[in-house]
């Protein structure tokens, strides 16, 4: 159903959404192959991808002990599949951050890809904190998980802001609305979009139900609930609602983990860590992202006669008073969009008759308080 109901939504948009480069298709075959040699040789055509999966293969995420110099043992180290899926995930941010130049600025692209980056750490940690079998693709499926929210405002533009107005005015998750608007979700729609692109099965299912992992098929489902956490602990770091989400984490996860609630404290805080290393490898500029436990002992430091209830609630209302704030400048921005469609003409961008008629009324009042002449001149 939602599959009908996405290419009805395509099919009348002019906008031609981007296939997967040359690049990233040349990957895809080669890792059916697993030839390490030609995989090597195919990255190094592109300088900045090959310093990048070298960055990462040192990184303290995957690094094991000595130090890594060559492609081909980084490639090793961290196998084809998340190769493919982190070398297509680079291209497409860098694809799609390419567009920013013209956005409108309340659809910010580094901020969406620092917190898609965040949520891949946070994707990885948890699976290393289940003690699970290592599932690499769950890096990749966390960062390309809110594709579909580019997608979107590809798609349509300013309309789809409303999305995120309507949250912050309604409370209600992004995707409900989305559903009510659209008739499916940002991550339908990613899910769509990567299945048609060719990403492995697993990938793009973890992805369709990450808000709903519950109702995901059983096997499917406990990678969309590390989706759905990674989320969550991405929000701490860049949502407007930091402190419920890290209430939240703190009361879910424990139990899903089977650690206490230290041990949950602790991955929070080296999600920020370790997320700050990978910022470079996506091209994101440099930022102190500090740990939601450096944020708190900020806060205790300047009230330390305060318990850590209200050093909760000072951080609560500093957000609140930020989101307002981004609030009041999207309302400023859409009441000159308002006040500009008043008085002139949409087609050939002329001031209207409304206009001539104000500004008459504004001239004659003028010319009448201060006794000096006034004169029209028409022009046909």
């Given at each position: ?132 079998p290592a599932d690499d693709h769950l ?62 099965t697993h990938i793009v299912q973890d ?6 992992w519950s109702k995901a098929p059983k ?162």
């Amino acid at each position: 159903m939602s599959r009908s109901k996405i290419e009805d939504f395509l099919k009348d948009r002019k906008i031609v959404l981007p296939s997967p480069p040359a690049l990233a298709l040349r990957l895809l075959e080669l890792v059916q192959k697993e030839d390490y040699r030609k995989l090597a040789e195919t990255l190094r055509l592109d300088p900045a991808l090959a310093a990048r999966v070298l960055a990462l293969a040192n990184s303290p995420l995957y690094r094991r002990s000595e130090e890594i110099s060559s492609l081909e043992k980084a490639i090793s180290l961290l196998g084809t599949d998340l190769i493919k899926n982190i070398a297509l995930s680079f291209i497409l941010s860098r694809e799609f951050r390419s567009r920013d130049q013209t956005a409108d600025p309340a659809f910010n692209f580094d901020r969406f890809w620092k917190k898609a980056v965040t949520q891949a750490v946070a994707a990885r940690l948890l699976n290393l904190a289940l003690d699970g079998p290592a599932d690499d693709h769950l890096f990749s499926s966390a960062l390309l998980m809110d594709l579909g929210m580019v997608i979107f405002y590809l798609l349509l533009g300013e309309e789809y802001l409303e999305v995120f107005d309507e949250r912050e005015v309604s409370q209600r998750p992004v995707e409900e609305i989305e559903e009510e608007l659209y008739g499916f979700s940002h991550a339908v729609l990613g899910a769509y979009m990567l299945e048609d692109w060719g990403l492995p099965t697993h990938i793009v299912q973890d992805i369709r139900y990450h808000h709903q992992w519950s109702k995901a098929p059983k096997d499917y489902r406990l990678h969309a609930r590390f989706l759905f956490y990674a989320d969550l602990i991405s929000q701490i770091y860049f949502g407007y609602h930091s402190t419920a989400c890290y209430q939240q984490v703190l009361q879910e996860l424990p139990p899903f983990l089977e650690v206490s609630e230290e041990r949950v404290q602790e991955l929070v805080d080296n999600v920020a860590r370790e997320s700050r290393e990978i910022f470079n490898f996506f091209d994101l500029p440099s930022e102190n992202l500090p740990s939601y436990s450096e944020i708190l002992q900020r806060s205790k430091e300047e009230l330390e006669k305060l318990s850590i209830s209200y050093v909760l609630l000072l951080r609560q209302l500093e957000e609140e008073k930020r989101r307002a704030e981004e609030l009041a400048q999207r309302l400023k921005r859409a009441n000159q969009r308002l006040r500009e469609l008043s008085i002139k003409d949409g087609l050939t961008g002329l001031f209207n008759h409304r206009y001539f008629q104000e500004r008459l009324q504004a001239e004659f009042q003028r010319a009448r308080r201060y006794r000096h002449s006034l004169a029209l001149l028409l022009l046909d």
